[in-house]
């Protein structure tokens, strides 16, 4: 993903803009806009003005804008506007798009660092690309429906914002975009920088209004979303003696879906319990935490040998815990190893397990890397440990500086620490040859087998 995503996810509607939103919903798409975008004044029967819903709307994607799609608005099937019409928002369904489920809401109404005002300017509809964008500087004031934004360019006129009406707010976030409102109405005379902007929890509000899907991307719904990308581990040139297998896990996903656990659960319930040394809950909307997820789950049912629900949840976090943090660098690096030191391990019995996953596999491939046992001593644990006695445990990253400095304990001589693909690389790939010989025909001496080996991993 990049900048360019924003404008990916920007709509031309009408006169006005739209942004683009993947709900919970996968066969749903929302161009989520403002009210009057959707609204043509015309005379009434005394001469004066009123406003009416158009009977239909031109809708041009960013990357075939001069591709004009004509859209009927039916009201209250394929058109949504809040019940207060003083509110100047309103979405439009149309049919899925792929590729638009990495955009996420944002509530917050009070930090806008890194956000942009993003659309279609009438003073560029006769350009080739009509897309244009501006940051935010800082908010002016806010209520409930309306916040007022500055621009750091503040010397724009009417003409210049005109056609932004509707326009995403959005920033980009390395993997994923946020969206925290759409800009309203542009004001007549000259903005000097300021904009109006409808807050996201409105939108919210549509949908919890007229029974539409959560403004909510569909992986974070229903685990079914993510199976096509669990267990896709490769054994290479040795990797027909894994397929079936492979093939087993992935089929063992649906009992993960016959559950009442979702990723939203997961994501709600246990918030900061799920990352390492972090409280930015967007970084929760990470896919690759809720395909770790579906496969630890698929593991400890096979090991448990039921389907486990929301109810055995808690009792599992007591031994075991699954932390992710986003990143290339090696677990076993040193600022990475003093983040572990001060994460969230409450309720963890002690010689509980910690599973942690990161976007890469260890560097080096021995077991050692993998896996560190309860006491290990390795030189960067041992130096940790040293420093932790002596009270000079520091970090050169602020924020947890102070909490080195108050540890209570030393949790690697509390807890056993495996880097997640543990489960998949050493137990699977590095051991194809012991799964080579299994089949449709004795699945269940292979069931069997992975109960024994996982649940000497899980402690069960």
């Given at each position: 993903m990049?900048?360019?995503?924003?404008?990916?996810?920007?709509?031309?509607?009408?006169?006005?803009?739209?942004?683009?939103?993947?709900?919970?919903?996968?066969?749903?798409?929302?161009?989520?806009?403002?009210?009057?975008?959707?609204?043509?004044?015309?005379?009434?029967?005394?001469?004066?003005?009123?406003?009416?819903?158009?009977?239909?709307?031109?809708?041009?994607?960013?990357?075939?804008?001069?591709?004009?799609?004509?859209?009927?608005?039916?009201?209250?099937?394929?058109?949504?506007?809040?019940?207060?019409?003083?509110?100047?928002?309103?979405?439009?369904?149309?049919?899925?798009?792929?590729?638009?489920?990495?955009?996420?809401?944002?509530?917050?109404?009070?930090?806008?660092?890194?956000?942009?005002?993003?659309?279609?300017?009438?003073?560029?509809?006769?350009?080739?690309?009509?897309?244009?964008k501006?940051?935010?500087?800082?908010?002016?004031?806010?209520?409930?429906?309306?916040?007022?934004?500055?621009?750091?360019?503040?010397?724009?006129?009417?003409?210049?914002?005109?056609?932004?009406?509707?326009?995403?707010?959005?920033?980009?976030?390395?993997?994923y975009?946020?969206?925290?409102?759409?800009?309203?109405?542009?004001?007549?005379?000259?903005?000097?920088?300021?904009?109006?902007?409808?807050?996201?929890?409105?939108?919210?509000?549509?949908?919890?209004?007229?029974?539409?899907?959560?403004?909510?991307?569909?992986?974070?719904?229903?685990?079914?979303?993510?199976?096509?990308?669990?267990?896709?581990?490769?054994?290479?040139?040795?990797?027909?003696?894994?397929?079936?297998?492979?093939?087993?896990?992935?089929?063992?996903?649906?009992?993960?879906?016959?559950?009442?656990?979702?990723p939203?659960?997961?994501?709600?319930?246990?918030?900061?319990?799920?990352?390492?040394?972090?409280?930015?809950?967007?970084?929760?909307?990470?896919?690759?935490?809720?395909i770790?997820?579906?496969?630890?789950?698929?593991?400890?049912?096979?090991?448990?040998?039921?389907?486990?629900?929301?109810?055995?949840?808690?009792?599992?976090?007591?031994?075991?815990?699954?932390?992710?943090?986003?990143?290339?660098?090696?677990?076993?690096?040193t600022?990475?190893?003093?983040?572990?030191?001060?994460?969230?391990?409450?309720?963890?019995?002690?010689?509980?397990?910690?599973?942690?996953?990161?976007?890469?596999?260890?560097?080096?491939?021995?077991?050692?890397?993998?896996?560190?046992?309860?006491?290990?001593?390795?030189?960067?644990?041992?130096?940790?440990?040293?420093?932790?006695?002596?009270?000079?445990?520091?970090?050169?990253?602020?924020n947890?500086?102070?909490?080195?400095?108050?540890?209570k304990?030393?949790?690697?001589?509390?807890?056993?620490?495996?880097?997640?693909?543990?489960?998949?690389?050493?137990?699977?790939?590095?051991?194809?040859?012991?799964?080579?010989?299994?089949?449709?025909?004795?699945?269940?001496?292979?069931?069997t087998?992975?109960k024994?080996e996982?649940?000497?991993?899980?402690?069960?």
């Open positions: 990049t900048e360019n995503d924003i404008k990916k996810h920007s709509v031309v509607l009408g006169e006005g803009s739209g942004a683009l939103f993947q709900p919970a919903d996968s066969d749903k798409t929302y161009v989520l806009s403002a009210r009057h975008v959707f609204y043509n004044e015309i005379k009434d029967e005394r001469g004066g003005k009123k406003s009416e819903v158009k009977k239909e709307i031109t809708l041009r994607f960013s990357d075939s804008q001069d591709e004009e799609k004509v859209i009927e608005i039916r009201n209250g099937e394929n058109y949504f506007e809040h019940s207060d019409s003083s509110i100047d928002a309103a979405l439009l369904l149309i049919e899925d798009i792929e590729g638009y489920s990495q955009i996420f809401i944002d509530d917050n109404t009070s930090s806008f660092n890194g956000y942009n005002m993003a659309g279609f300017p009438q003073s560029r509809r006769a350009s080739d690309d009509k897309y244009n501006y940051k935010i500087s800082d908010i002016i004031s806010s209520d409930q429906n309306i916040l007022s934004l500055r621009l750091e360019v503040a010397h724009l006129s009417h003409s210049d914002i005109s056609g932004f009406s509707g326009g995403g707010i959005i920033k980009f976030n390395e993997d975009l946020t969206i925290c409102g759409i800009q309203s109405r542009t004001p007549e005379e000259d903005c000097n920088g300021e904009i109006s902007v409808v807050p996201i929890t409105r939108f919210i509000e549509i949908a919890k209004q007229y029974n539409l899907p959560e403004l909510l991307p569909s992986f974070l719904v229903n685990f079914k979303f993510l199976q096509q990308a669990a267990f896709n581990f490769d054994a290479g040139i040795d990797d027909e003696d894994i397929s079936f297998t492979r093939l087993f896990l992935k089929q063992k996903t649906e009992e993960v879906l016959s559950s009442d656990i979702t939203r659960f997961i994501k709600d319930y246990f918030t900061d319990r799920l990352l390492i040394n972090d409280k930015d809950t967007l970084k929760l909307n990470d896919e690759l935490i809720y770790t997820w579906l496969e630890f789950l698929t593991l400890m049912n096979i090991v448990k040998d039921k389907t486990c629900n929301i109810s055995d949840l808690e009792d599992i976090f007591c031994y075991l815990r699954l932390l992710y943090r986003k990143t290339e660098t090696d677990w076993l690096d600022d990475f190893l003093k983040d572990c030191l001060v994460s969230n391990y409450d309720g963890l019995e002690e010689n509980g397990t910690v599973f942690i996953k990161t976007n890469n596999h260890p560097i080096k491939s021995n077991i050692k890397h993998y896996k560190l046992d309860k006491g290990s001593i390795i030189p960067r644990i041992d130096s940790l440990k040293s420093n932790y006695e002596n009270g000079t445990l520091h970090s050169d990253v602020n947890i500086t102070n909490a080195l400095s108050e540890l304990e030393f949790v690697f001589d509390k807890y056993n620490f495996i880097h997640f693909e543990y489960l998949k690389h050493f137990m699977l790939v590095e051991n194809s040859k012991n799964y080579k010989n299994f089949k449709k025909s004795n699945e269940n001496e292979l069931l087998k992975l024994e996982y649940g000497k991993i899980f402690g069960i």
